[in-house]
């Protein structure tokens, strides 16, 4: 212990000696942990720390999985009965709802619209939740007509009723009715994420139609596994087809995901290669610190071989060195927590929205530095103190003692076998950077591509605002007609307004699919001829011009499409295409959701016109088959369902800003309904731009990473070169005496620069074509081999290095022949 505590206080000396040193050391130790710590912590809170329920992993979702790995997370009722039959693997199963509810919250302070979710009853004891405050819901509460109850959020509990504890029992009107508060949830709950409340779901067990609105989970039976339990929902699945045909598709089986995987989304694989990004970068920064090691063991040479003549044991020499790497690697480390703590609020902010990793609510995760990502810190410092100190040590240790004591103290250097291990340290170097730079221009070109994507709508000067409206007073479709049209009137009046229009879903926004059937071509097959889906989108007629959709033959939606008239519908060229190739469409019959009597069609409906396509999910999708037609000519049975899961969207095309524009629309609408909250307001065209933030958010990172390992290999390549051309002065200095010219040495120091950049190109390369694969599913509209990101990342690369070999070529060139013959 005596020796390890005299090898620390004597790596303290020499480290606050060599200032310059350490301040480089711990500048770049600090950037590339700090960056580990950052993504680490992100990775930590969405993928690996434990959701806060008891056992959380056994908690699954039950998804439709097909072959080809397709997948679908919404169920029918009579699938979630059937996960609740004998042979299920589960012990406990819930079912909720996909979108939150909007409930009108009237009394205990101002009206408000919250969102909430209907749950099926064993929801609390499937999450094994107990409520802080009264109890959950009980079974004869989640039947067809049963009393309406509600359990509060700890947060609503507090923010609107003062967390009087006397709330349990109290009446409260929601959506017009009277409720009853049973229970309030613990704080650490609120899933799913963002809801204020809970409400029975009231099914009814009986309905066996195949309309999947309901996602499903369920808490594994004790002593069952998760491979267990894919087995047992295999069963399932082909009792389901026997008995069901309808509820699975063909080749489709009900298959288990952990809930923490199906929560993470799309957002998992995006997070590993980042964590596997910024896990390059340290290993950049190693290798940097490695040389630099490496020349400094060189110019205390002679200090470690009168060490070793005085006695010293190679292994003592060893742990020397690297005492000194691991004290720098720590102070680099705790400097690096610093920085990510200070870093991470604005890497949250560059999250897309829809990433759980933005909640910090039980229903998502938690992000944040705490003991496992501090202990993360720790093992990836020591380790990059053991990594780049090791190499230096082992060289030092293997000192020729006699040798170096002949050759003097001005001579004494590591030999030509160093000089060779630096220039492999740049080979690799740039090998890893070139990789990062790669994968950085696949993505900044992907990004760029999808921005030059033409929506199929304008979005310019489009002001949105969204309306939850209760189903008590607008769930039939005379009532919710009249409002919309009532406020479009006034809305439309109001100066600087060019249109007005409602939609029940915005473009890349989540909406509602329906199937249906074609008039005189179904044949009572589903998946045959005469069958198909499409996005359902209720709109007004002014919803066309306010987004400026335009109209490819026939008409649009008339404000004489009204209940009670002929049904109609509008399709967009891409329905016209799959469904009636070769034919013309209008004229033609369908039948909306034909194979749900509580949601279909009664008349089938006219197709009026076709509209030119709309990327509806996303830039980077093609436009899928979409179906418009009048809020008032759906059936009774969507239009209760989508009043009460789906905001109205009141799109405004207007001049002016958007906070006056919003303030008047507001007024208009408070004009027909007094107690009508807005949700929210937005701009359309930052609607758009928010439907890339998963694009953004992978590409600006990825192109810090790129960024931060161009910065470290530039300062490994200069600092390399620099060293070895101080090695050399001697022999520049001959050179030059025997009529070597500037030229010729700065063409010999700009060679064996170029090599080393050279071959660590080539090697980088070869690297980012086998990561391919990794990346192909981030990039879009461009191919993951794109000929112009893989010549301009090395292009970049040489740029940079030849700048960094010039500086040293330069200072080699200048060389005075009388000094340098004098240097030994």
Request: net charge neutral; aromatic share 6%; glycine share 12%.
């Amino acid at each position: 212990m005596s020796a390890l505590i005299e090898d620390v206080r004597f790596s303290l000396r020499l480290l606050l000696k060599n200032r310059g040193f350490t301040l480089v050391c711990l500048l770049t130790l600090a950037l590339a942990i700090g960056a580990n710590t950052a993504i680490f912590s992100v990775v930590n809170g969405v993928l690996l720390r434990p959701l806060p329920y008891p056992e959380p992993d056994r908690l699954m979702q039950v998804v439709r999985a097909t072959k080809d790995h397709g997948r679908s997370a919404t169920h029918s009722i009579a699938a979630y009965v059937w996960m609740s039959a004998e042979g299920s693997p589960f012990s406990g199963v819930t079912a909720y709802e996909v979108l939150p509810s909007g409930f009108s919250v009237v009394g205990d302070g101002m009206p408000e619209r919250l969102p909430g979710m209907r749950v099926a009853g064993g929801f609390f004891e499937t999450f094994g939740v107990r409520p802080a405050l009264g109890r959950g819901f009980l079974p004869e509460e989640d039947v067809v007509g049963g009393p309406r109850v509600v359990v509060l959020s700890e947060s609503l509990w507090q923010r609107r009723f003062g967390g009087a504890p006397d709330v349990v029992g109290r009446s409260i009107v929601l959506n017009d009715e009277p409720y009853t508060v049973v229970g309030v949830a613990p704080a650490s709950f609120a899933y799913p994420r963002g809801v204020n409340l809970w409400t029975p779901l009231q099914l009814d067990l009986t309905n066996r139609t195949n309309a999947n609105f309901l996602y499903v989970t369920g808490r594994l039976r004790p002593g069952i596994t998760t491979s267990g339990a894919v087995t047992a929902l295999e069963t399932l699945s082909g009792r389901v087809r026997a008995d069901n045909p309808g509820l699975l598709d063909v080749g489709q089986e009900y298959v288990p995901v952990e809930l923490r995987t199906f929560l993470a989304g799309s957002m998992r694989l995006a997070l590993w290669v980042l964590l596997g990004a910024v896990g390059l970068v340290l290993l950049i920064a190693c290798v940097n610190l490695a040389n630099l090691q490496l020349a400094r063991a060189a110019a205390r040479n002679r200090e470690l071989v009168v060490r070793a003549a005085l006695g010293a044991a190679p292994g003592r020499l060893v742990r020397q060195m690297l005492t000194e790497s691991l004290l720098l690697s720590v102070a680099g480390g705790g400097l690096g927590v610093l920085l990510a703590e200070a870093v991470l609020p604005a890497l949250l902010a560059l999250a897309p929205d829809s990433a759980v990793l933005l909640s910090g609510d039980g229903g998502g995760a938690q992000v944040g530095i705490d003991g496992t990502v501090l202990g993360f810190t720790l093992a990836a410092s020591l380790l990059t103190g053991l990594l780049f100190g090791l190499l230096p040590a082992w060289q030092a240790s293997r000192t020729d003692l006699q040798m170096a004591l002949r050759e003097g103290a001005q001579r004494t250097t590591t030999g030509p076998g160093g000089g060779r291990t630096r220039t492999f340290l740049v080979v690799g170097q740039v090998a890893l950077a070139v990789m990062l730079l790669v994968g950085a221009a696949l993505l900044i070109r992907g990004f760029s591509a999808l921005q030059s994507v033409q929506p199929g709508f304008d979005p310019q000067g489009v002001h949105v605002l969204r309306l939850s409206l209760p189903e008590g007073r607008y769930g039939t479709l005379q009532a919710l007609e009249r409002f919309e049209t009532q406020v479009e009137e006034r809305v439309r009046a109001l100066p600087g307004v060019e249109v007005a229009g409602f939609t029940t879903s915005l473009p890349m926004d989540s909406g509602p699919s329906m199937s249906f059937s074609i008039e005189g071509k179904y044949t009572g097959d589903d998946n045959g001829p005469g069958s198909g889906w499409g996005q359902y989108r209720p709109v007004t007629p002014g919803y066309f011009g306010a987004m400026r959709i335009g109209l490819v033959r026939g008409r649009l939606l008339a404000e004489t499409d009204v209940a009670g008239s002929e049904p109609v519908v509008v399709i967009n060229e891409t329905a016209a295409r799959r469904f009636w190739q070769g034919e013309d469409p209008l004229g033609q019959r369908i039948r909306v959701a034909h194979t749900v009597p509580s949601l279909r069609d009664e008349v089938p409906r006219v197709v009026v016109g076709v509209v030119r396509d709309v990327r509806e999910d996303g830039l980077n999708d093609e436009s899928p088959p979409v179906m418009y037609l009048a809020p008032g000519q759906m059936s009774q049975g969507i239009a209760s369902m989508i009043v009460r899961m789906i905001p109205q969207n009141l799109l405004v095309r207007a001049r002016g800003g958007h906070a006056d524009v919003v303030a008047a629309v507001q007024r208009e609408v408070w004009a027909v309904d007094a107690q009508q909250p807005v949700m929210e307001t937005l701009k359309l065209e930052d609607h758009v731009a928010r439907s890339l933030g998963s694009e953004r958010f992978n590409m600006v990172l990825l192109g810090m990473m790129a960024a931060l390992a161009l910065v470290l290999a530039a300062v490994g390549i200069y600092g390399v070169l620099s060293y070895l051309v101080s090695q050399r002065t001697r022999e520049m200095g001959v050179r030059l005496a025997l009529g070597a010219t500037r030229g010729e040495v700065v063409k010999l120091v700009l060679r064996q620069g170029l090599g080393a950049v050279a071959g660590g190109v080539v090697l980088g390369c070869a690297g980012a074509l086998a990561l391919t694969r990794v990346v192909s599913g981030f990039v879009h509209g461009v191919s993951a081999l794109d000929p112009l990101s893989f010549i301009a990342a090395p292009l970049v690369l040489l740029g940079v290095g030849l700048v960094a070999i010039w500086v040293p070529a330069l200072r080699a060139s200048r060389v005075d022949p009388i000094i340098a013959l004098k240097y030994d």
